[in-house]
């Protein structure tokens, strides 16, 4: 059974300056799944992974070439707003980073300023669902109106979480989202995961191979620039093709 | 790309320790078979005793190869080829461990059979027989240390001579029987003793398979012709 693709990368490459980060990818990322990066560390999956909307625009040495197409559409189009995008295209950072503001703030900041609520009760509503979502209501509802950075690191990142699904994205990018977390935290939010990919496209970049085997379900495996591996996460942590894949996900010198 | 060390030393250790265990027992399950075989061949009860006596060793093996397993699966998480490894070696040690209790149910036989008349004629073929999946066992082993799938899919299809030979004695059993009914209580005992060098055979090719799993990632797909004809031909029983 062949799945709706999402995403489409189409000879993709990066440049920082003179180092060629990202070497002619190709990926097609499916719709309402979960797609792992792995890959060790300056292996370009970070970097692919901004490119996804437009992170690296705010790199001013960083050139990307090649054609991205989120539904088809090139995301690189001169016709395409980059803070439009990103509403499309959510982030999670590795460190929780919410706003110095109020939790409610936080996650009420992003539908203001795309106008996606009429009124207050509508603001109300989008934040009570993204908070239910990011499964951190129950714990965060009675005090809305205190700082969100008073919470602890995981509530942290699933408050990033909520924030980031509010504005209603089709896609989630994630970049370590649990490497600052502790193990209860981590589970959370991959419990989180799994609920999110009902509704959301995730692509999350994770250094944790049994992370990658839990949450997602395809796994893309990066090497010095080049997608190595992509495919099923079960074949690829049961019986990867390429060699490379097999000596990096068992623990060898790659 | 096994060749390779892990980052983690300690984990190459562990599976070393592992497989070090998986060829303690093939040793120990090899000498059970011959010697039993020998014990059966040569009245010697003293022998089938010893044998008896350890298959002990063989089963405190093989919980400790389960447990070393269940070990390093919690530490080490292992995947790929590394998990096949771990897994591979569980079902090998359960294999050893059943052949080894054949072994032993051979040396009980040969402890009744010695008060018993001889039958003439059988135990050459059955010395045969034990011999060849001995010797299938050594290069199964083989085959798994060195991961020759081309050795053990050649394993796999000897089990059909042993198939055959099984075959040959079930019917000179039944002949020796009919001539004469005293035979009757040490034939089923020689029958029982030829099932189980059968099944031992069976258990070999598990172990090829667990080598060609170990190697490929996939199980040897199109079935192995089946030899041992003696459960659904009627006509074998006719005399």
């Known amino acids: ?254 | 790309m096994m060749d390779q060390e892990h980052i983690a030393s300690a984990f190459d250790r562990d599976l070393e320790g592992v497989l070090a265990l998986i060829m303690q027992m093939g040793g120990l399950v090899e000498t059970a078979i011959s010697d039993a075989a020998r014990a059966l061949e040569m009245r010697d009860t003293e022998l089938a005793d010893q044998v008896r006596r350890n298959d002990k060793l063989i089963d405190a093996l093989e919980e400790q190869v389960a447990s070393e397993v269940a070990r390093v699966i919690a530490v080490r998480a292992p995947t790929a080829g590394d998990l096949r490894t771990v897994l591979s070696v569980l079902k090998i040690s359960g294999n050893l461990e059943r052949m080894g209790d054949y072994a032993k149910n051979l040396g009980k036989r040969t402890s009744v059979l010695s008060e018993m008349p001889a039958i003439t004629g059988t135990g050459g073929a059955l010395r045969r027989m034990t011999q060849l999946v001995n010797v299938m066992l050594k290069d199964a082993l083989d085959a798994y240390i060195q991961r020759d799938v081309d050795l053990a899919e050649d394993v796999r299809q000897r089990d059909s001579e042993v198939d055959q030979m099984y075959n040959a004695l079930f019917r000179e059993f039944l002949t020796h029987m009919m001539e004469d009914p005293r035979n009757i209580t040490a034939c089923m005992h020689l029958h029982f003793i030829a099932k189980n060098v059968e099944r031992m055979g069976d258990h070999v090719t598990s172990i090829c398979e667990q080598v060609v799993y170990l190697v490929t990632g996939d199980m040897p797909d199109e079935d192995r012709e089946k030899q041992d004809r003696t459960s659904t031909d009627s006509a074998l029983g006719k005399v």
């Open chain 1, 1 to 254: 059974m062949s799945k709706e693709i999402k995403i489409s990368a189409q000879g993709v490459d990066v440049f920082y300056g003179d180092t060629h980060a990202i070497k002619n990818v190709d990926l097609e990322i499916e719709n309402k799944a979960v797609t792992a990066f792995i890959g060790p560390s300056g292996c370009g999956k970070s970097t692919f992974l901004r490119c996804i909307n437009r992170m690296n625009d705010t790199i001013d040495i960083c050139r990307v070439t090649g054609d991205i197409l989120l539904e088809g559409q090139d995301i690189y189009a001169k016709s395409v707003d980059p803070v439009q995008l990103r509403a499309r295209v959510g982030m999670v950072f590795q460190k929780p980073n919410p706003f110095p503001k109020s939790i409610y703030d936080n996650v009420a900041y992003g539908p203001t300023i795309h106008g996606l609520a009429k009124n207050k009760a509508e603001l109300d509503e989008i934040v009570e669902q993204s908070l239910r979502r990011a499964a951190i209501w129950d714990e965060v509802k009675d005090r809305l109106h205190q700082p969100g950075t008073g919470l602890s690191g995981g509530q942290q990142q699933r408050l990033c979480i909520g924030r980031a699904i509010a504005t209603a994205p089709e896609v989630l990018l994630m970049d370590e989202p649990c490497s600052a977390l502790d193990p209860i935290a981590t589970a959370q939010v991959e419990e989180l995961i799994d609920d999110l990919r009902q509704n959301y496209t995730v692509v999350i970049v994770t250094h944790s191979m049994q992370q990658a085997a839990r949450v997602s379900q395809k796994t893309a495996f990066f090497h010095l620039g080049n997608v190595v591996e992509y495919g099923d996460t079960n074949k690829i942590f049961t019986n990867p093709e390429d060699s490379r894949t097999e000596s990096y996900i068992t623990g060898r010198i790659g």
